[in-house]
């Protein structure tokens, strides 16, 4: 064996023994690596209950309400499955609204809701002309409604 | 003939041959790399549309994401080139290496700034230590240590293979910051340009990207050819054709 192939093979098996570590290390924290929990998580006890932590989801629709001081909002964070009223009072990001993702830190409070004391938009990895988003928007209400009438159809087949 | 283009590659790659021909190859670079950044930009700013939820602002992508992709991609050329060095003790490859540091760290350093100025007005702060945020900002450090290990060794040969060893270490770092918005929830969207899917947006917005992507590359490979041309003189300042050159140099001056 030539000195280079002894350097090729020490080469390849450290980088492949520090892939498995790295493997390893990471399976190892990968609940430290976790940047928010999900209503359902926390519902779960997941959550740490002595201190602060992440709650991120989506903003439910129709659930926002503001306070007349105008800084404090309610509104429910939801993963579709379990959903979480949280409470802040600041400036929220221009992102924020309904039916966005968002990550809100806090606690529970006394009367049981998540109160915030930061809350961050978190948007996705789709960008589009508002005019688009408009037609996929009609499309996805179209679809709806033509599903909406086929079931009535079926429905009103079984009456018969 | 096969013996002939092997004898070809092989003289291109002592430092020698490859000075001259760095020498005229940079300059072809640099100008494709202007000419794809005007064109990128003018279609980012002028043709490409509002985006339905962020308006305006999402046009620091066509600078984010090209940044964050050559980021990543100069260091995997930097360890290749490294290790081709670490294995074959071959001069150019080190000097290959050393050559795209810099420039690698100064796009991962474009990626991480330009990242903050995007998400103060969309997700409300400059910054989170999410998986995404913190494994570029390892890539950075691993740079600044590669670059640093280098500059502390006097002698060349430890160095370069001192820094071809640390280099290989952080190269775990490459798939963890790649999959992590995959892996692990962060505040960081998802992949919007994947290799199986077509990109999750206007066709514009992913061409601004793609063209500032080859702009950026273009630049790479033009600033590292001049960067190793000075590396070449320096290293090899003893040999026999660098005294020359200079001797012709001051001859003209």
């Known amino acids: ?57 989506l903003v439910e629709n129709g659930t926002l309400q503001r306070e007349n001081d105008g800084l404090t909002v309610h509104f429910f964070v939801t993963d579709n499955a379990e959903r979480i009223r949280v409470t802040y009072s600041g400036i929220l990001p221009d992102l924020f609204r309904e039916g966005q993702g968002v990550v809100t830190q806090g606690k529970f409070g006394a009367d049981g809701s998540f109160m915030a004391s930061e809350v961050l938009a978190k948007h ?25 009438g086929n079931a009535s159809i079926i429905g009103g087949k079984e009456g018969i | 003939m096969q013996m002939l283009t092997k004898a070809f590659w092989l003289q291109l790659s002592t430092p020698k041959a490859f000075y001259p021909v760095a020498g005229t190859l940079a300059p072809c670079f640099m100008m494709l790399a202007v000419i794809l950044c005007v064109i990128g930009l003018y279609i980012g700013f002028f043709v490409a549309p509002v985006d339905y939820q962020q308006g305006n602002s999402y046009r620091i992508m066509f600078i984010h994401v090209p940044a964050a992709w050559m980021g990543m991609f100069i260091y995997l050329v930097m360890c290749a080139y490294a290790t081709i060095g670490l294995i074959w003790n071959t001069r150019l490859s080190s000097m290959m ?69 640390l280099a290989l270490v952080g190269v775990v770092n490459i798939p963890i910051i790649y999959f992590s918005v995959k892996w692990w929830n962060t505040l960081h969207q998802g992949m919007s340009v994947t290799v199986t899917d077509a990109p999750t947006m206007a066709p514009s917005m992913a061409w601004s990207m793609f063209i500032m992507a080859f702009a950026f590359w273009m630049y790479a490979i033009g600033i590292a050819l001049m960067r190793v041309r000075t590396i070449i003189l320096e290293r090899e300042r003893h040999a026999a054709w660098v005294q020359d050159l200079g001797n012709k140099g001051a001859n003209h001056g």
Request: charged share 20%; aromatic share 14%; glycine share 8%.
């Open chain 2, 97 to 165: 290496a050393s050559a795209l540091a810099p420039t690698g760290a100064l796009f991962t350093f474009i990626a991480l700034w330009s990242g903050a100025f995007w998400g103060k007005p969309t997700w409300g702060t400059y910054w989170v230590w999410d998986a995404r945020l913190t494994s570029f900002l390892i890539l950075l450090f691993l740079y600044i240590g590669y670059m640093s290990l280098q500059a502390a060794i006097d002698d060349q040969q430890k160095a370069a293979k001192a820094s071809a060893l």
């Open chain 1, 124 to 148: 996705d990895e789709e960008y589009m002309p508002p005019e688009v988003a408009e037609a996929l928007e009609k499309g996805k209400q179209a679809q709806l409604e033509k599903e909406l």
């Open chain 1, 1 to 57: 064996m030539k000195a280079r192939h002894k350097r090729l093979v020490f080469v390849g098996v450290g980088v492949a023994a520090l892939g498995v570590v790295a493997a390893l290390l990471l399976n190892a924290f990968n609940s430290n690596m976790v940047f928010f929990y999900s209503p359902t998580d926390v519902l779960a006890n997941k959550a740490p209950a002595d201190r602060s932590f992440r709650l991120g989801g």
